[in-house]
């Protein structure tokens, strides 16, 4: 309206002007007043530039001189996403979740989000699906995927973020800001290359388990007089101790029909990761470190000092491979113990075949020691990733909640998992055994993933498998083995 009647005022003038008999005026050009972007609350995307609106604003004066950047309303709102949506500015809107979490475990994870949506406003669908990997794909591929994912295999994870369908968490999410409640460990485990080949964060890391703990008859390993070992050199000593004092140290079986020989990758990864750096480890999951290298040729033959020796395996060598993993810490219980360790994650408990033992007084673990000392603690762990397919503020709200431990406390109160997280509080967990896995996972100096379950299943589950079982039944030597689960890598 003030230009309508800027423009009248002038043509009369001029009309006046003209009608006076005076030469020609020129009427003055009128510059556009600049005008101030007007940015929707979705984040802008590299597909969808943020749309400019214009304005009814008055031309700028020398106090509010114009600007050639749009201002975004995100950038001037105060706080995180998280700190904005505890502040109600997403209150009404809706996040959907897909995982694999159903039953129990489905219960437990509404138990982690409540918190969330109790103090946001913001309805989190949870979706637990026994299809999930069929799902998830379908979902992607069809363009209409959930708002964020719950993957428990990085390799997935790697596949979506190679094709350009999940939001980069460093986005919005600095990597120093991670850092804070991540060790750097789950953070390179997170970043993946994205579309163009460039290094994006795929995720952050909601909850974890442990695979490295020796479990011992502890009522029993007292009364024998035996100290738990710090190192691995003090671990082998006492086995040697046992083997001296007439007894077997080491409870093994690998026995598990179509998947017979995880046990034993595990042991290899467990031992890849105190003998060499996380640099190789890498390369090995990837297949630029190939088996037959010195480093995991060296790591077998450090399994193999105790895996081979009949003196230190209950049972003896042949039984390793016959016998059921849920049956083989079960002598640890029999009096005398007809063996003292047994190294497994802690699902196995409910395998030692009597309910009434009592975790910290009957049975007990310890940290499978460090070989290279200047390696540090390593664990070796599994978890679940958070993926972000959909790019909204109240989603970007609830991934930095599960980049911190109350993004999983109501489950860790509940039992049945950890957390990933520095900033956990150990308070938080309901049972002997849960608490000192977490202190163990928080006291670790590095972790890295199950590198069978990261390798393609052609290795990590097939040959891998296959050639450390035929190795330990002797029906091969490890050079042979080795060499068969390198030609098996696709190519």
Not at 114 to 137: H, L, M
């Amino acid at each position: 309206m003030k230009r309508l009647i800027l423009v009248v005022v002038l043509l009369t003038l001029t009309a006046l002007m003209v009608a006076c008999g005076g030469g020609a005026v020129e009427a003055p050009v009128q510059e556009a007043a600049p005008t101030e972007a007007v940015v929707e609350e979705t984040a802008p995307t590299e597909e969808a530039a943020p749309e400019v609106a214009p304005t009814d604003e008055p031309a700028p004066t020398e106090e509010m001189a114009p600007t050639d950047e749009p201002v975004v309303e995100e950038d001037m709102a105060e706080g995180s996403y998280l700190e904005r949506a505890k502040a109600g500015e997403f209150a009404g809107t809706t996040v959907s979740i897909l995982g694999v979490m159903v039953d129990e475990e489905a219960q437990k994870m509404e138990l982690a989000l409540a918190p969330f949506e109790e103090a946001t406003g913001i309805d989190v669908v949870y979706e637990g699906s026994k299809e999930f990997e069929t799902q998830i794909n379908v979902a992607v591929d069809a363009g209409a995927p959930p708002d964020i994912a719950n993957i428990s295999q990085p390799a997935m994870a790697q596949r979506f973020a190679a094709v350009g369908a999940l939001v980069d968490v460093s986005s919005f999410l600095p990597r120093e800001k991670l850092q804070e409640t991540y060790i750097d460990s789950w953070l390179d485990m997170a970043t993946m290359p994205g579309a163009d080949g460039e290094d994006i964060m795929a995720g952050v890391w909601q909850r974890a388990s442990a695979k490295s703990m020796v479990f011992y008859p502890k009522a029993q390993f007292d009364a024998a007089g035996y100290e738990v070992p710090e190192t691995w050199d003090e671990m082998l000593a006492l086995t040697q101790q046992i083997a001296d004092d007439g007894d077997t140290a080491w409870c093994i079986g690998i026995e598990s029909g179509a998947a017979t020989g995880w046990v034993a990758t595990d042991w290899m990864e467990n031992i890849m990761l105190r003998t060499t750096s996380l640099e190789n480890y890498d390369k090995w999951v990837v297949g630029e470190l190939p088996f037959a290298s010195p480093e995991v040729k060296a790591a077998a033959e450090k399994m193999a000092e105790i895996w081979l020796n009949d003196d230190y395996v209950y049972g003896g060598v042949p039984s390793i491979v016959s016998t059921f993993i849920g049956d083989s810490p079960v002598p640890m219980f029999a009096d005398p113990p007809g063996c003292w360790f047994h190294s497994q994650a802690a699902w196995i408990t409910g395998f030692f075949g009597d309910e009434n033992l009592v975790a910290g007084e009957d049975y007990d673990f310890f940290y499978l020691p460090p070989i290279d000392e200047s390696l540090g603690r390593p664990a070796l762990v599994a978890g679940d990733m958070m993926v972000m397919f959909n790019d909204r503020p109240e989603v970007r709200a609830l991934m930095e909640f599960f980049s911190k431990a109350e993004g999983v406390e109501g489950w860790v109160r509940a039992g049945g998992t950890l957390s990933p997280h520095k900033d956990a509080d150990l308070d938080w967990y309901t049972t002997y055994t849960d608490r000192k896995v977490a202190e163990l996972l928080l006291n670790a100096t590095s972790v890295r993933f199950d590198a069978s379950d990261l390798m393609p299943a052609e290795v990590g589950s097939g040959s891998f498998w296959k050639a450390m079982t035929d190795w330990i039944s002797g029906s091969t030597d490890l050079d042979t083995a080795l060499a068969e689960i390198d030609a098996s890598w696709p190519q």
